[in-house]
């Protein structure tokens, strides 16, 4: 433990360390773990989607000719085949274009100029809204609300969901309209929703008549491991606890097939379906069919899906392996740093000794290494103890991610340390 140390411990742990860091600085890397993209591998594991459907084969299973116009909610076969993951029947189900933070961004967006069921009124016309953001959190979310000056309401996660108790208190206030969630293998923290916080979510009293949970169920299927989380289906929940226009659910393929030409989702009740697709019908005339075709063709059903999805554990099981090995090996009894082993997702995240975050990143830099800036994981990108790192190992090759994350650590245990040796002198 880095606080246990006596001061002429603490001072030899630094040099130490400093030694390994000027070490690894003369290997004259250039790696970066910044981004949670599909690595080329993967992305080859759907080659084979890209001859498809092929051979003057371009009609639904009702006869649509994919190739036209029209079917703005997604052909009927790729609803079924994604109604399992997404937790609603296939008539609840809408296909988009390739990104479902697209379809995030359409219905904030229609939110804000029309109002959503229930809505006195669009939600622009409101004094000020805000929505609540479990942090950390994935900073697509955030930069939406910060483009549409909707404020937000940065909520500790516990390891099992946000904290339910400061949630509940926040949603009495009728300016919040929203919140965030990615209830499984959330990014960053990798931390799934347990069925308390689903049926806390579900049930909670709003001031809002018109609350959305914005349920990104981005990793749905991605598991790294055997122990494959299930979170209860949001859907579900709240039309049993009579709030069946709750939940706004999304999901896509962007890291199951191919991360820009894949199949993006929508699902919700009756009401928020039928209002969606009124919107859509005024953006679109159709989605892109012989996509949708080309997904059904490959995957052909959700048992082909969860295969698939085994070929991508089996090339991401062993980086995040690396990363979480190399964190061990150098953090493991610093007592400065704290992180989740993965059960599935694309991200580790670490929460280091107050203040050690963006020194981490800057000495990482130096060393050759890209990091996602701190602060990147909070609302206004403002880490208020500039604490938590966000590493995204999917894209490298291992080799480099077993060297970007051994160098990672060595940063992360310098920073800590100094930050340490800074706190003692203050003190003293
Ligand atoms: N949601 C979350 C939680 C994500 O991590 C990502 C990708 N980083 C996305 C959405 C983006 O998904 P899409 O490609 O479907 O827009």
Redesign the pocket.
Known sequence: MLADLSAADLEAYVARVRADLDAFKARGLKLDMTR?KPSPEQLDLAEGMLALPGNRDHFSEAGEDARNYGGLQGLAEVRKLFSGPLGAPPERVVVGGN????MMHDVIVWALLKGVPGSARPWAKEDEIAFICPAPG?D?HFAICEEYGIRMIPVALTGHGPDMDKVEELVRDPAVKGMWC?PKYS?PSAESYSDETVRRLAAMKTGAPDFRLFW?N??VLHHLTDSRHEVLNILEECAAAGNPDRAFVFA?T??MTL?GA?L?FFAASEANVKWQQARAFKQTIGPDKLNQLRHVRFLRDEAGLVAHMEKHRALLAPKFKAVTDALEARLGDTGAARWITPDGG?FVSVDLAPGAASRSVALAKEAGLALTPAGATWPYGKDPLDSNLRLAPSFPSLADVKAASEGIAICMALACAEVEQTKRRKEA
């Open positions: 949670g990104a479902s933070l697209a994935y697509r990615v990014n990104d981005a990793y896509s962007s890291k991360a894949g993006a694309y």
